[in-house]
């Protein structure tokens, strides 16, 4: 009895140590989206006194329409839609109106503004119901923005908003807008991705939610679409993406990742930093194009596989969008960097104007975000340190690497690790001195849980959201890319779900084979089964299930496939489930079985937008294909009979369709014989 009491004592006290640990890292600055409290305060005191330049911008910022308690609301409704346009205007607009009113309310102090900012804000979260269209990523990603960061002003100044009507506003954020953008855009160009992040971004900082924050904060900084830090600001010059395809585009994308990182700052985290100030990199370069000058340039395929352009595009150059103050203030004032043709930008702006088009860009950046100069970094170290953020994790067999945004004013880390979620965990290293650190203790096929903590002179910070990764892939998984001259890819496995970075290469069929292959040993029969995490990166993506007699690529095998089949327009394939054979080793590997094209919420506008469940069952030589759009109700794709051997390869296949990119592929709720993953998704 008294083992027993024992037992349920130390349970309770791990529980509530875990639940202690995760809430410490859910505490958020309010208000902290586009603009702090320490913002708010500026503006006022600088227009109640005149100042310049900020009360020329804020001039500029009362005559806008939408700057008025008396603008008459266009909404709301219950869908809004972009492409095909279905009140995109009215809700923008709108957007606008709240955010320029909740502005104006605490620059004023006239609760008039305060009021018309919460009538519009409490329309819209009780109608709306729906985005849609082939654009609604972009539609959920630009004028909710500016939905968000109203109501973030609004609940933290006083500003006389209810309880129930702020609870209402959290919910549509998370049920309405959060579930269009909560996976980017990794099929289009990087500036789809760019609005998705910062929305994302803001609903975690509004809704108090971290896990929501940390996923877009990852994607920022890792993620495997275009709008990645590092895929959207392709190299040390600071070329963007989108440099090739017109110069609005490259001034919108980029400016809403600045966006992002000012979201960040606000809660402690020196995104603007991160990669060695990536982004200044890609201002400099691109303002300088646009004043102008002439910048290198390299023909480069995004990673979609759609996307090259062979020179730099001259395509409304030197039209500046009101983008620029903010990055100038941040690296020059803030900072004391130098950011010369920003600058210049800047000042030709200034003061800056509306963020047109529509909702693209806040805009009027001279009010907003023009300070004195300051020694941004001396000032944070004053106060104990934000807990780290994004902490990537990179395992193999002999180490595992680490990497995360450092805290503004951390000056060390601690690592801490566990071989369970939530932990305990075990520090491994102390005063670790940049964000970034190797662990060299792990045990191959092991998967560890990190956190990391910051401190300086003040303190330490709490423990950052954790991350979790195996040191090489879990036993008996192995992994191999296959095929002559394919680009290497990779897997990884988080605990939760597995990451096959898909090979670049043609396909999976033909006489031979290319795709990045995760695999377990399968002796005689047996059940292999994973849901798909969307999504994909490129509409030539094959992915799924495979059994194989070896790693040959003409080897024999029997495939259970998600395959796009284009007819005429490349975005706009119709994805299948097909069941692929090759009888023998060499022969043409034909497609035995397929599905119709799979309909909503699987796929949407020819993008495979939901999860979707495969699986392969091998009796004797009969060997099934069954697919599912819930994991509980199965359809048979087709049997086939084959000659295969008793000793086969059984696991995950991709390949990008593209012979010189690869592209990102995760499944969870993976069963394979001899194995069983942990069947929730993180």
Same mark, same amino acid.
């Given at each position: ?7 349920l004592?130390?349970?309770?006290f ?42 020329s911008?804020?001039? $500029? ?6 700057s ?7 909404g709301p ?6 492409n ?7 809700y923008?607009?709108?957007a ?8 104006m309310?605490?620059?004023t ?14 329309a ?5 119901k729906?985005?849609t ?26 500003s ?18 959060y ?9 289009a160009?990087?500036?789809w ?6 929305? $994302? ?59 992002? =990182?000012e ?27 646009n004043?102008?000058?002439?910048v290198?340039?390299?023909? +480069? ?35 004391g ?7 210049q930008?800047a000042?030709?702006l200034?003061?800056? %104007? ?22 941004? $970094? ?29 805290p503004?004013g ?8 566990a ?7 075990t ?5 670790? +001195?940049?964000p ?6 792990v ?5 560890y ?6 401190s ?11 991350? %979790?990764?195996s040191?090489g ?12 001259g394919? $680009? ?10 597995f990451?096959?970075e %898909?090979?670049g ?6 006489t =031979? ?7 377990v040993?399968?002796?005689g ?5 994973a ?8 509409q ?18 029997v ?17 299948q ?39 392969l069952?091998?009796?004797g ?6 697919s599912?759009?819930?994991g509980?109700?199965?359809t048979?794709?087709?049997t ?7 000793n ?13 990119v ?13 194995w ?5 998704t993180?």
């Amino acid at each position: 009895m008294n083992l027993l009491k024992h037992l349920l004592l130390f349970f309770f006290f791990w529980v509530t140590s875990v639940a202690s640990l995760r809430a410490q890292s859910q505490s958020f600055t309010h208000p902290g989206i586009l603009h702090s409290q320490e913002d708010l305060d500026r503006m006022k005191k600088a227009v109640a006194q005149k100042q310049e330049p900020i009360y020329s911008g804020f001039e $500029v910022f009362r005559q806008n329409p939408v700057s008025q308690y008396t603008y008459q609301m266009q909404g709301p409704m219950e869908m809004v839609g972009r492409n095909p346009t279905v009140g995109q205007g009215a809700y923008d607009t709108d957007a606008n109106a709240a955010h320029h009113n909740a502005l104006m309310w605490y620059i004023t102090g006239e609760k008039s503004y305060a009021e018309k900012a919460i009538a519009i804000v409490n329309a819209w979260s009780s109608t709306l119901k729906s985005i849609t269209g082939r654009d609604a990523v972009l539609m959920a990603g630009l004028g909710p923005f500016k939905m968000v960061n109203a109501a973030e002003i609004l609940r933290y100044t006083n500003s006389g908003w209810s309880d129930a009507d702020i609870r209402q506003t959290e919910k549509h954020f998370k049920e309405v807008i959060y579930p269009v953008i909560k996976d980017f855009a990794p099929f289009a160009n990087g500036n789809w991705d760019a609005a998705a992040i910062k929305t $994302v971004m803001a609903i975690g900082v509004f809704c108090n939610d971290r896990e929501i924050f940390e996923r877009a904060l990852r994607y920022y900084v890792n993620g495997h679409g275009n709008g990645r830090l590092t895929n959207y600001i392709i190299n040390e010059e600071g070329q963007i993406q989108e440099s090739g395809r017109d110069q609005p585009h490259t001034q919108l994308g980029v400016a809403m990742l600045a966006e992002c =990182s000012e979201i960040a700052w606000h809660q402690g985290l020196d995104l603007y930093s991160y990669t060695d100030n990536r982004l200044l990199k890609g201002f400099e370069y691109m303002a300088k194009f646009n004043l102008g000058n002439e910048v290198p340039y390299a023909p +480069a395929l995004d990673r979609t596989g759609k996307y090259i352009h062979p020179e730099i595009s001259q395509k409304e150059r030197g039209n500046l969008r009101a983008v620029y103050e903010h990055v100038y203030n941040h690296y020059v004032n803030r900072m004391g960097m130098d950011a010369p043709y920003t600058q210049q930008a800047a000042e030709k702006l200034r003061p800056e %104007g509306p963020g047109r088009p529509g909702a693209d860009h806040p805009g009027y950046g001279t009010l907003f975000f023009t300070r004195p100069a300051e020694d941004a $970094v001396k000032k944070a170290s004053a106060v104990v340190p934000a807990a780290p953020g994004a902490i990537v994790a990179k395992g193999s067999p002999q180490h595992i690497s680490l990497t995360w945004v450092a805290p503004i004013g951390a000056n060390s880390y601690t690592v801490k690790r566990a071989t369970r979620s939530g932990g305990p965990f075990t520090v491994i290293a102390k005063n670790v +001195a940049a964000p970034a650190y190797t662990d060299k203790t792990v045990k191959a096929g092991t998967v560890y849980y990190y956190t990391v903590t910051a401190s300086n002179a003040k303190g330490e910070s709490p423990n950052a959201y954790e991350t %979790g990764i195996s040191a090489g892939l879990p036993s008996p998984w192995k992994h191999q890319s296959i095929g002559e001259g394919v $680009v290497a890819g990779w897997t990884e496995y988080n605990g939760s779900k597995f990451t096959v970075e %898909g090979a670049g290469g043609k396909a999976i069929g033909g006489t =031979s084979d290319e795709l990045q292959f995760a695999y377990v040993p399968l002796k005689g029969d047996g059940v292999l089964t994973a849901q798909y995490v969307p999504q994909v990166s490129s509409q030539y993506t094959q992915l799924g299930l495979m059994l194989r007699d070896d790693l040959n690529p003409q080897a024999a095998q029997v495939s259970l496939l998600l395959v796009p089949v284009h007819k005429t327009q490349k975005e706009e394939p119709g994805w299948q489930v097909q069941l692929i054979t090759r009888d023998k080793a060499g022969a043409e590997a034909t497609v035995h079985a397929a599905s119709l094209n799979l309909p909503e919420p699987t796929v949407t506008h020819f993008r495979l937008t939901g999860p979707y469940w495969l699986k392969l069952e091998r009796k004797g030589r009969t060997i099934t294909g069954y697919s599912s759009a819930d994991g509980e109700n199965w359809t048979a794709v087709g049997t086939v009979h084959t000659p295969l051997k008793k000793n086969l390869m059984a696991g995950l296949a991709a390949v990008s369709g593209l012979p010189t990119v690869t592209t990102t592929v995760q499944f969870d709720h993976v069963v394979a014989p001899g194995w069983k993953s942990v069947s929730t998704t993180r």
